[in-house]
């Protein structure tokens, strides 16, 4: 496994592989990798002829300076992870390599990144796009792999992809859970042990939802949801909303002809957890 830390060099490697006639499949990561990546990378192993794991802690999408020096890294662990897996090559730039400038880069993101997390992200998404973008054009991967439960982030880049005429397949891959039902994410190694009993709750929540689908319209199910959260005072409710899963427009009625996802958004003491659920 390769280990490459500038951009110079990691495009010389894809140049090489294209003169080769090999596709490459990019699986960006921010690190503090669990199964939820593992699933991303063995997808793209299998669909392409090599691939980069990228490994970068992108400073421009947290908005809050301390979450973003909490946010957990393990670069020995994760190493290990991608070797086990049997990536080729490992991308691993610092900072100043991805932004020996500022980055001061707007995109017109316009209506996906006003609502839920933009609402309470000031300027996530310009930080994703500025690093999505960086990456999109150093490598140049055939196709790019990304979980859904970064649901908006996902329908962001499939926009960002087409906005700037890249030629990159965007592939969505499940969200992945634990065997209690808490979606996997990097943050959870932030919880308490005594957080963590309770974090399910989440999931369990939004499992419910979908088989009520049928008993209340979009409007009444939002507000059972909210009432579920404010009986248990250990969780912050930031947002739960049901939209279209192309243009994140909210749903008023269950015949509204389109695929609709539940996303929420939730605090558990210090730490924000993001998930969603598939209604149809």
Same mark, same amino acid.
């Given at each position: 496994?390769?280990?490459?830390?500038?951009?110079?060099a990691i495009?010389?490697k894809?140049?090489?592989?294209?003169?080769?006639g090999f596709?490459?499949?990019?699986?960006?990561?921010?690190g503090?990798?669990?199964e939820?990546h593992s699933s991303?990378?063995?997808?793209?192993?299998?669909?392409?002829n090599?691939?980069?794991v990228?490994?970068?802690?992108?400073?421009?999408?947290?908005?809050d300076?301390?979450d973003f020096?909490k946010y957990?890294?393990?670069?020995v662990?994760?190493l290990?992870i991608?070797?086990d897996l049997k990536?080729?090559?490992?991308?691993m730039?610092?900072?100043e390599?991805?932004?020996p400038?500022?980055?001061?880069r707007?995109?017109?993101l316009y209506?996906?990144d006003? =609502?839920?997390?933009g609402?309470?992200?000031?300027?996530?998404f310009?930080g994703?796009?500025?690093?999505?973008?960086k990456l999109?054009?150093t490598i140049t991967p055939d196709?790019?792999?990304?979980?859904?439960k970064?649901f908006?982030q996902l329908v962001?880049i499939?926009r960002?992809?087409?906005?700037?005429?890249?030629?990159i397949?965007? =592939?969505?891959c499940?969200v992945?859970?634990?065997s209690?039902?808490l979606?996997m994410?990097?943050?959870?190694?932030?919880l308490s042990d005594?957080?963590?009993?309770?974090a399910?709750?989440?999931?369990?929540t939004l499992?419910?939802?979908?088989?009520?689908?049928n008993?209340l319209?979009?409007?009444?199910?939002?507000?059972?949801?909210?009432d579920?959260?404010t009986?248990?005072k250990?969780f912050?409710?930031?947002y739960f909303?049901i939209?279209?899963e192309?243009e994140l427009?909210k749903?008023?009625?269950?015949s509204d002809p =389109?695929?609709k996802?539940g996303?929420?958004?939730?605090?558990?003491?210090?730490v924000?957890?993001?998930?969603n659920?598939?209604?149809?």
């Open positions: 496994m390769e280990i490459i830390k500038t951009k110079r495009s010389n894809v140049q090489s592989l294209r003169h080769r596709s490459i499949g990019l699986v960006p990561t921010m503090a990798l669990h939820g991303l990378i063995r997808k793209a192993l299998k669909e392409n090599k691939i980069i990228s490994v970068f802690v992108n400073p421009t999408q947290f908005s300076p301390e020096l957990p890294r393990n670069s662990k994760d290990q991608l070797r990536v080729d090559m490992v991308f730039p610092d900072k390599e991805m932004y400038e500022d980055d001061h707007t995109f017109d209506p996906l006003t =609502v839920m997390e609402k309470y992200r000031k300027n996530h310009y994703v796009a500025q690093i999505v973008t999109f054009e196709r790019a792999y990304f979980g859904q970064d908006q962001i499939k960002l992809v087409a906005m700037m005429g890249y030629n397949i965007i =592939v969505s499940p992945i859970r634990e209690d039902g979606a994410s990097s943050r959870n190694m932030l005594e957080e963590r009993k309770i399910p709750f989440i999931a369990q499992f419910r939802a979908r088989e009520m689908k008993e319209s979009p409007g009444d199910l939002t507000c059972w949801v909210y579920q959260f009986a248990h250990e912050q409710l930031e909303e939209v279209d192309l427009r749903i008023e009625d269950w =389109v695929s996802i996303c929420i958004a939730v605090r558990l003491g210090k924000r957890l993001i998930d659920i598939i209604f149809n």
